[in-house]
């Protein structure tokens, strides 16, 4: 008979053959075939990647899909890696099932003695039998490698992630080299040190210093912004109805241990688990006793989630940890906890967590999660009646962003209780969602584009946005790396990446660019990229993926930006870059709209065509309405100090001026005065700084500025006469002074 079989490494698709019948075939069976097939495609790897005798009992395992999650037989999974989409192998369909599903999922471990037959029939159109190599397989001894890797060049994330780990392992390895995470959570001068070695991105200090959302990243971690986002809608979990309680003389004569004991005995009741809480600070005088007191309170929270209490490491203690295993019997950390006895004793502790994580998760023990997932992570400090909760994830470098924080005080208005406790609702019920995604956890075989350092919106878009779904998925969109830039850390709640598409029918992939922004001026840059030419690339999709969060996928153009040599050294571009970037805005403020960052870099030329784009309409918009944003790079000389356009309208004078700026720097004595131009003539000759990125994001065609910048360290090109002067001013006799006439008239 031939039995149907998936498998977490190559293939991952295998068709088994066996003399005996289904039901005298054992689950041992299954796993000696089947590694005779695996290991028959790895060639010579095959006795590193799949060794045979077993190095210990559980290294293979055949498990039964038990959910949803199972392979069709008759559907192609999207996110299907086969650019030969006309071919009914089902080799080539499981390729994409096995990232958008396969990797976590529900199943049972099935016995290797025990027969088929012990577990349901699977159906004609499901394959549920999963062949499980219970390890990480690097994807450089993978053969099939090559066919996940469309841009093999584009590993920046691999790079810079490996770079990261390697500084924090050689300073755990240094005698008295690391700084211990108490020591940089309370003296600032500890944690700039850190933060120049081995930075975790939390938006601390400096303020600009974190990431891409978290939900992005983990459908957890988006369930749970999305809740922090409607409190109102949480359904606090309420305990099952209690039986009366009868008076018992010998209640009298419990101590404060015992009545301890006897309340957290008690079935989960949220209301009087928080009033427990709130109660534990108040005296303790030694940190250790209140950890003592406060470990079994946060296990009922948790679900009787066993945690760890002072878990000690190299220059490391958490005062609690909680650790799950994966499916495949590894472990990994999902909760991290410290406390202080008050507010301001000690820093604060969830800046001490963070940096905890980031040295624990670099033991061995956690080798496969590092492998194969971003190492999400709950982070819970406490100080006093103060706490405070973040969701932590490793990409390129540590990344934390602050879910919620709530205070514990008794004097609170009503309101801010029931706040509370729907905040600690949707803290409890993340854990859980950590616990289920770790226990799900199937990967083996994994590829060089590291899926898990990527946002995979397709894997939270179901539940937050429905109507965008189905359009994503026809894509078909891999997001293979993040756009490189200069800057230190990866700041950008405006996420830029590069990856692939495929169209029905099609049989090439498309690459595309993809971006995360919380707001964008979509209707600006539609109305560009539909002229003819087009000036912008064109949107391939545009939705709420998350909460607050946009995505837009838009084509590559195959363009640089006007300020690289390939542009301005090239005698039949360099002539065409002043008239033809004038020419694009214009037409953008003919259309009535702004851009508001009208740069260099957010300004690109095709090589071949010498067509102009405008990108990076993050702030563009109608003119009157859109404004610029509360955080202007400070290293971009602006048309007014950054501090004083803050949330200011933008004026279609200010994009001709940066502009003209732009072009002054960049073709010297060659610039074509105009006779409509804003910049005084004072200011003619003198050169601005170029920033090392965009005005809030990295450079629009994906590249560093490594272009020497020559601009003056001078004075601000135009003065402001008053505290509203990026607003049409009032001159006094009911009319208004545009910039324009403010320039003219100096």
Known sequence: MKLLCLANVKLHFLELEFDDSYDRLTAGDIIDKAIVVCRASYHEAANEVLPIPEPRPTYYQLHYITDSAAFKLDEAEAGNYDFRQDQPDHRMQVRGWYRMSGQCLQSKNVDPAALLTSEPMQEARFVR???????????????????YMLRQLQRSLDLQRAAYEGKVLEMLREPDAATTPNHVAKCAEAYDSAMETTPVAMGRRPTWSWGPDPSLYLAAFARAMNDLENLKDVVIETPPSDRPQLYEPWFLDLNDDEEWERCLAQPFDMIAWISLLADVPEGFTKERKLNERLHKLLEKFFDDAPLILHDRGRDTELDMKGECMTALGFAAIWLVFE?????????????????????????????????????????????GSELAFYAVYFADKMYAMRL???????????????????????????????????????????????????????????????????????????????????????????????????????????????????????????????????????????????????????????????????VLDDKRLRPLIQPRTEEALKILHAGGFVHGDIRSPNLLMHPATGCVYIVDFDWAGKQGVARYSTDLNPKIKWVRPPLLMQNKVILQEDDRFMLQMELIDLLNKEYIKREDDVVPAPVLGKRLIRDEGGGGDGDADG????????????????????????????????????????????
């Not at 301001?344 to 969830?350: D, H, L, M, V």
């Open 129 to 147: 039998w999963y062949f499980i190599v219970a390890e990480s397989v690097a994807a450089d001894q993978c053969p099939c490698a090559s066919i």
């Open 339 to 383: 406390s202080k006895l008050w507010n301001g004793n000690g820093g604060a502790p969830e800046l001490q967590a963070v940096y905890a994580v980031q040295r624990r998760i670099m033991n061995s023990r956690y080798d496969y999660i590092r492998a194969v997932t971003a190492c999400p992570c709950l982070v819970m400090g406490m100080s």
């Open 404 to 566: 919620c924080k709530l205070c514990l005080d008794r004097s609170a208005r009503a309101a801010d209780a029931e706040e509370n406790r729907a905040k600690f609702q949707i803290i409890r019920t993340l854990g859980r969602a950590l616990h289920e995604y770790y226990a799900k956890l199937h990967i083996g075989c994994t590829y060089r584009h590291t899926p898990h350092l990527l946002p995979q919106p397709t894997s939270i878009i179901s539940e937050h946005c429905p109507d965008s779904l189905a359009e994503l998925k026809a894509l078909h969109l891999i997001i293979l790396d993040r756009v490189p830039g200069r800057k230190k850390m990866f700041n950008t709640h405006r996420a830029l990446f590069t990856g692939t598409i495929q169209h029905k029918g099609e049989p090439m992939r498309t690459p595309v660019y993809v971006k995360f922004v919380t707001s964008y001026g979509k209707e600006a840059h539609s109305f560009l990229a539909s002229r003819d030419p087009p000036l912008a690339p064109q949107i391939l999709f545009y939705g709420e993926v998350v909460s607050r969060i946009t995505m837009i996928v838009m084509e590559d153009v195959n363009a640089v930006s006007i300020y690289r040599l390939l």
């Open 703 to 746: 590249q560093g500025s490594d272009r020497p910048s020559k601009r003056l360290r001078g004075a601000y090109a135009l003065p402001f006469p008053s505290e509203d002067s990026m607003d049409e001013q009032d001159d006094g006799h009911g009319t208004t002074l545009s910039l324009m006439q403010q320039v003219a008239a100096i």
